[in-house]
């Protein structure tokens, strides 16, 4: 079994930036990709970026590219992920999931692929 608990949500103005973190529990977070997905109000979640096990392998969506980074950290049990350069429009909860699922550079993230989530921690960017 595998818990995640999201922080770093924050209210923003635009322009500015913010880390979610993604701590796991569990003896297996190193060995299980953890993907970010979000979900914007009256919208469906989207995945927006994954990293694998490792590290090594990093992918994004096409709508975010540029302005966000995914890392992790074994040794603490947590990945990241850096947004910057915030827009009102990436208003919503944001998601890290888990799971032993590809992250290959161009693969779909989605939902359906990850087994393992946290409760979302809320990232509003307004003025």
């Known amino acids: 079994q595998l818990q995640l608990v999201e922080s770093g949500g924050a209210v923003v103005q635009p322009g500015g930036s913010l880390r979610l973190s993604c701590a796991a529990s569990?003896?297996?977070?190193?060995?299980?990709?953890v993907a970010w997905f979000r979900q914007a109000p009256g919208k469906e979640r989207e995945g927006v970026s994954c990293v694998s096990a490792r590290g090594g392998v990093t992918n994004y969506a096409d709508s975010l590219k540029g302005r966000i980074t995914v890392s992790r950290d074994n040794s603490k049990n947590t990945a990241y992920l850096q947004l910057n350069s915030l827009k009102p429009e990436d208003t919503g909860v944001y998601y890290c999931?888990?799971?032993?699922?590809?992250?290959?550079?161009?693969?779909?993230?989605?939902?359906?692929?990850?087994?393992?989530w946290g409760q979302g921690t809320q990232v509003t960017v307004s003025s």
């Open positions: 569990g003896s297996t977070f190193d060995t299980r990709a």
């Open positions: 999931a888990a799971d032993y699922t590809p992250c290959l550079v161009g693969r779909p993230i989605v939902d359906y692929d990850y087994t393992y």
